[in-house]
Antibody, heavy 127, light 113 residues
């Protein structure tokens, strides 16, 4: 059964860079033609898509965060990573990684649902 | 961006009664070339990640009880729980995957009355 696990510092200082890794187990990150995702959820609030990465390294980002986000993939370690620069308190959130759903190629429009999700990791931005 | 708006924000329903959650998109998520609605529903229980319930608006994910149903097309969608169970207490989210960026509704909190 495929599982995802986020890891990284739980506390980041304002203006610094948040760095998280999502390790995939029980399956290969190269097993899907679709893009693995990062999603975040501020405490008590809703979900925001950050961006997605294909195992080839191709990325897509939410324009609202694009200038600060870098997502990369490490196929040899079966994981993908998120970096968010110049963080502020507004970036405090639970960060989730997730696997893309399986969409028949004929139906593909560029985006996807996500299943399953990792358990999430809380990152607090504070000095 | 496609804005997803859910209603109500919160809902209290008696055990065994029907619960209905609505999701409206600011533009159609129906792709007429394949007649598919690019909409998913998730359930999120406290302290847990979202769990996929439906994709294509009405295709139930494996393992989801059949008291849950998804319906709608175009811009208006509904998640229905036919007979509320205690374990259904959660926040429910809709999500469009019709276009970038992926966007979610603000969530609907479902409680027991």
């Amino acid at each position: 059964q495929l599982q995802l696990q986020e890891s990284g510092p739980g506390l980041v200082k304002p203006s610094e860079t948040l760095s998280l890794t999502c390790t995939v187990s029980g399956g290969s990150i190269s097993s899907t033609s679709y893009d693995w995702g990062w999603i975040r959820q501020p405490p008590g609030k809703g979900l925001e898509w950050i961006g997605s990465v294909h195992f080839s390294g191709t990325t897509r980002y939410n324009a609202s965060l694009k200038s600060r986000v870098t997502i990369s993939v490490d196929r040899s370690r079966n994981r993908f990573s998120l970096k968010l620069s110049s963080v502020t308190a507004a970036d405090t959130a639970v960060y989730y990684c997730a696997r893309p759903g399986v969409i028949p190629a004929a139906y593909w429009r560029g985006e996807n649902w996500f299943d399953p999700w990792g358990q999430g990791t809380l990152v607090t931005v504070s000095s | 961006d496609i804005v997803m708006t859910q209603s109500p924000d919160s809902l209290a329903v008696s055990l065994g009664e029907r619960a209905t959650i609505n999701c409206k998109s600011s533009q159609s998520v129906l792709y007429r070339s394949n007649n598919k609605n690019y909409l998913a529903w998730y359930q999120q229980k406290p302290g847990q990640p979202p769990k996929l319930l439906f994709f294509w608006a009405s295709t139930r994910e494996s393992g989801v009880p059949d008291r849950f149903s998804g319906s709608g097309s175009g811009t208006d969608f509904t998640l229905t729980i036919s007979s509320l169970q205690a374990e259904d207490v959660a926040v429910y989210y809709c999500q469009q995957y019709y276009t970038t960026p992926i966007t979610f509704g603000q969530g609907t909190r479902l409680e027991i009355k």
